[in-house]
């Protein structure tokens, strides 16, 4: 184990067990988090709390960062007291954020400058697979930081692949959520069409979510629209987030994504309603 010394930055919902599985592989863990009691646990089980970005930064040969928005990212990475000043040479810092591939390009050009590698690496899976040390990561950056990487990723996920140069793990991201988007919006008449005609729609999950229907969000989170479980796996803001980046991406690159504006259209309308912090399974709301 080259790398033992580990910084995490974002104690959310997947940073939580994204952190805690880096902990129970023998690393040592360094924590920092806006809201200090999210620490309490895993400084419980040996985490040490770092009273800022500053001090975990240079204490540690990789950091890892998973927060909210790409102000945050922009934040905890750049300026006095960031990651990017703080960092010893040499060390690698892995933004795992949902975030701008625009910003992950421009954070890797500032660590060229000053020897520390710089990858984005977003993930996909939920609560459930950071939990489950299941997620998909999907990473942009340079091919040795990514080798350096790999034996962190291999506790967090299951499935990780090297996509390119830096922002690529982003763009790949976004085109991950503009499939869920869209997807979403089908699981969602789909459960409808059924309460319609009068069936029973969890019958009606056991024979299309093992056929040509059957994806993830129909079978994972369609039994949540059923049973009205609005609890949050991921919350509707960050996905209005992501898709707002994706949105802008797609209009700089010259695309039309007439199912994306459509699945933002509703997201923002259901966010607008309050409900940002529910699951993006409460979608269904709007088609009752």
Not at 206 to 224: D, F, H, M, Q, V
Request: hydrophobic share 45%; aromatic share 6%; glycine share 12%.
């Amino acid at each position: 184990m080259t790398d033992k010394n580990i910084g995490f930055i974002g104690l959310g919902v997947m940073g939580q067990s994204m952190a805690g599985h880096i902990l129970a592989a023998g690393y040592n863990v360094r924590v920092y988090n806006r809201t200090k009691q999210k620490a309490d646990a895993l400084v419980e089980k040996g985490a040490v709390w770092c009273d800022s970005v500053a001090d975990l930064a240079a204490a540690s040969d990789v950091i890892i960062t998973i927060v909210g928005y790409p102000a945050d990212v922009e934040e905890v990475f750049m300026g006095p007291s960031g990651i990017l000043e703080n960092a010893p040479s040499g060390a690698l810092a892995i933004d795992m954020t949902t975030s701008d591939p625009a910003l992950a390009q421009n954070l890797w050009q500032h660590g060229q400058q000053i020897n520390i590698g710089v990858l984005d690496a977003p993930v996909s899976g939920g609560d459930l697979g950071s939990r489950n040390a299941s997620l998909s990561i999907m990473v942009g950056g340079e091919p040795e930081d990514f080798e350096r990487a790999l034996p962190i990723f291999k506790i967090m996920g299951a499935n990780i692949v090297h996509q390119g140069k830096a922002g690529c793990g982003q763009h790949t991201k976004m085109a991950n959520q503009i499939a869920i988007a869209a997807g979403m919006i089908a699981v969602c008449e789909s459960i409808s069409y059924a309460k319609h005609a009068g069936l029973d729609p969890e019958t009606v999950l056991e024979s299309i979510g093992k056929g040509a229907a059957a994806s993830w969000s129909l079978n994972n989170l369609g039994p949540k629209m059923i049973q009205g479980d609005d609890a949050p796996g991921f919350f509707i803001r960050h996905f209005v987030k992501d898709m707002g980046i994706a949105l802008s991406a797609a209009k700089n690159m010259g695309m039309k994504t007439p199912g994306l504006d459509m699945a933002y259209t509703l997201y923002k309308q259901i966010e607008e309603q309050g409900d940002g912090l529910k699951g993006t399974q409460a979608l269904f709301q709007l088609f009752k």
